[in-house]
């Protein structure tokens, strides 16, 4: 028998707000200068070359107690000032006028590490990992089948609740109760590559939290600086491409073990879910954080352009500070009660992680 051929889609993405996927490191001020541009430095291979006067005032400076402020702000002048940043740094971004300033402002300032939060890189290139991406879509997609089924059995873990909605749940054995079974999954005929960011797509800067307190929008005293992606609506456009494939054969063919209600699953059907999912998210984020809120109207102003800008695509979401509403499948199902209260924004406005995709 014959099976339909896999189906590819390569899809136009378009970053609206800053995306930032981290690699789970966070860069302390021995590790990076920021002159024109954030620079990552390769500091051990550049020690080991140190000879003359410069490994003389290397080793006056940790002949002390190394552990004194006072000579981690000296040795952190000692790297600016000395490294050779042609011959080592191992990659370079973008950086904001904010974190320049702050930056400059508490160099000396023992008592303020400054750590920065990279993008997660592979051969010193920022990458949006492909399983990132395919996890927001699957959650859009575990929304859009919540949706069409009368109701759920009962509470249950996350992976049951995946499991019975896509009906992938199996028997352990006798009187071990279900599990979720990964061979059962359609995900699993899903592939999604990851993708290289184009040249100078990201920059560091600082993401604010914000929270409501009293009915009035205020800014924390949490700041990360981060590096995100370029955006639109940020000010400079940022553009990728998507490869989506589905193995139509795997879906279809009654020996996979894959529930047959997924054989005519699509892209499109999959990018319908994402955009139906994600304004809801949207709606339903910028409701609970701005309901009678004072102060909020400009960050009101953001959600309606994300919005706007999503028209004749798309929307999607993706990355650090997305919040749990973009995902959870559901509010039923949250485990956090108090969700909506606070929200990371750039330029004390915009909220993170939407793209608008187009095939």
Known sequence: MKYPRQETS??????????????????????????DKFYRVNL??????????????????TGRDYAQKTILTALRRFVRENIDLDKYTEWSADVSDTVKRRYEERFDAPENQLPMSPFIRTGNRPFLPGS???GAIRTAYLNFLKKGAQSLSEKRRADLVEG?????????GKG??????????????????DIFLPESS?????????????????????????????????????????????????LSHQDSGINRMHKDLTIETLLKACDNFY?????????????????????????????????GGYLFRLGWGSGLISM?????????????????????????????LTI
């Open 164 to 172: 019975e909605l896509l009906k992938a749940n199996d028997v352990k």
């Open 202 to 250: 990201t920059f560091f800067t600082e993401v604010i939290n914000h929270n409501k307190k009293d009915n009035r929008i205020n800014s924390t005293s949490i700041q990360i600086l981060s590096e995100v992606t370029y955006s639109r609506l940020a000010g400079k456009s940022a553009t990728f491409e998507l490869e989506i494939s589905i193995d139509k054969k795997a």
């Open 10 to 35: 390569k899809i136009k993405a378009e970053i609206l707000t800053p995306v930032h996927i981290g690699d789970g490191t966070k860069l302390e001020p021995l590790e990076y200068v920021i002159k």
């Open 44 to 61: 051990e291979g550049w020690l080991s070359t140190l000879s003359g006067e410069e490994a003389e005032e290397l080793q006056r400076l």
């Open 328 to 356: 959870t499948i559901s509010e039923d199902l949250r485990t956090e009660k108090r969700y909506g209260k606070s929200k990371h924004l750039i330029n004390g406005k915009f909220p993170m992680g939407f793209v608008k």
């Open 132 to 134: 990132s991406i395919k």
């Open 176 to 193: 071990d109760g279900l599990r979720f079974a990964i061979d059962k999954d359609p995900f699993r005929a899903i592939k999604v590559k």
């Open 279 to 311: 304004k809801d998210a949207l709606k339903e984020e910028r409701d609970k954080f701005l309901k009678n809120a004072i102060g909020g109207e400009e960050i009101n102003k953001a959600y309606q352009q994300i919005l706007d800008n999503a028209e």
